[in-house]
C-alpha cells in the first residue's frame, strides 16, 4: 500500500473536498446508480453552505497521498458517519477501510456505543465487512430521481 497520511480537514480544504467528491461519485457509483441519479447526487457539491457547515460543525478526516488528497470521511455528532469517498485514482486500494477506521477509533475513543451512517449501494459491502448491519432502506427524493441508501449501524464495544 502507498505510504499516506491523515490530516484533520479545514475551510482551506474545502476545493480539495469537493473535488474527490465530484471524483468519487463518478468513478465509483456508476456501477450502481443511474446517470441521472449520479446527476443528482453531484448537486450537492455545488451546496456551499454544506462545504461549509461540513468543515465546521464535523470532525472531517482527510488521507493525502503524496500531498494530494485521495479520500476523506467525517463524523457528525460523534457518531454519525456523514461523508466516505475516495478520488477516482485511488479506489479499491484499501483507503475507504482505512478512513472508516480511523472514524471508528474517534468514536470509540469519544465514548460512542454506536456509529451509524446512511450508506451508498457502493459502500454497502464495505460497510457490512466492518460488522454494520442494514435497519433500513431509504428512499431519498432528489430532484426527478429516488436515490436509494441505506441507514445501518455498528455497535460497538462497551470498554
Ligand atoms: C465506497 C468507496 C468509499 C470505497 O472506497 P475504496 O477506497 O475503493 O474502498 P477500499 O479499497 O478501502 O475497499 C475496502 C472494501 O470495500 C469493498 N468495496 C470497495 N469498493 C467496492 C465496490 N465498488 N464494489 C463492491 N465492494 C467494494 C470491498 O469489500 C473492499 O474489500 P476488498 O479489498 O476485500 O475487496 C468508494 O468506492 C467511493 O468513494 N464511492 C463513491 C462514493 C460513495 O458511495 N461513498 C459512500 C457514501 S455512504
Redesign the pocket.
Known sequence: MEDYVFQEATSNDIPALVSVFIS??QT??K?DYSSNEISEWLESANNKKRWSELVQQQTVIALYVSKVMA?FGSLKDKNYIDF???HGN????????KILDKLIQTAEKQGQTIVT????Y??R??FE?NGFTVVQQNNNARGSEVLV?FKMELVLPNV
Not at 117 to 120: A, G, K, L, M, N
Open positions: 468519487s461519485i465509483a457509483a456501477q479520500g466516505l469517498y475516495v485511488h479506489q479499491k486500494k484499501g483507503f475507504a477501510q451512517s446512511d450508506v451508498s457502493t459502500a459491502p464495505l465487512k441508501n
